[in-house]
Nanobody, 118 residues
Framework: QVRLVESGGGLVQTGGSLRLSCVAF????????MSWYRQAPGKERELVAD????????DYADSVRGRFTISRDNTKNTVYLQMNNVQNEDTALYYC???????????WGQGTQVTVVS
């Protein structure tokens, strides 16, 4: 069964850190670009970070640049999002997305909740 499973979310204090993981099942990630998105209550889903299939191109939303780091380990079929110095506005449901390019599938995970408390 093809799926993406996120984990690592939870409660974290302002200024703290979390590492999210996204594991692929039923397919291999090494030919897929991967992204982390988030959606806060009442807001649209937004792109947080993106990494190309081999990891050579990385982009971040301005709101997280310098605090979050996306990485991947294709040998483990896993993508990570290291979140440092989290702020209240980082509270959201975080999703990972795999996209294979033109004519190829797009997969989404079910999300992992991150809640930042003061």
């Amino acid at each position: 069964q093809v799926r993406l499973v996120e984990s690592g979310g939870g409660l974290v204090q302002t200024g703290g850190s979390l590492r999210l993981s996204c594991v692929a099942f039923g397919f291999t990630l090494n030919t897929y670009a991967m992204s982390w998105y988030r959606q806060a209550p009442g807001k649209e889903r937004e792109l947080v970070a993106d990494i190309s299939s081999a990891g050579q191109r990385i982009d971040y939303a301005d709101s997280v640049r310098g605090r979050f780091t996306i990485s991947r380990d294709n040998t483990k079929n896993t993508v990570y999002l290291q979140m440092n110095n989290v702020q209240n506005e980082d509270t959201a449901l975080y999703y990972c997305k795999a996209r294979g390019g033109v004519g190829r599938p797009i997969y989404w995970g079910q999300g992992t909740q991150v809640t930042v408390v003061s």
